[in-house]
């Protein structure tokens, strides 16, 4: 692959779309949630949406009256990703007996 020093336009329009995309009221594409969770577009696509507790999408409505492709809110991703650390849901549940070695 053979590299090239950006432009100042360039490396202007790239920190206003890493900006945007850091905003909390962002809209993110199925990539833009792969990558934040280290996933595909496709695992979001196919199995992401049906887990419970995962942030409806949003459907813009296209010119032609059809509905778009699905966004997320960002900031609605973030509570997601909180509610799920250490591989465990905030919503309780029957807690795990601790390993003894």
Partial sequence: MESRILTEA???ALAREIAFRMAPDALLDAKDVGAM?????RYVTEHLIAAPGFPKAI????????????RWL????????????DGVTKRGGRPRKPIEW
């Fill in 59 to 70: 459907h813009l409505a296209l010119p032609n009256g059809r509905k778009g492709q699905p």
């Fill in 74 to 85: 960002r900031s609605d991703l973030v509570k997601y990703i909180d509610s799920h650390r």
């Fill in 10 to 12: 360039e490396i202007l």
């Fill in 37 to 41: 969770l280290k996933v595909s577009a």
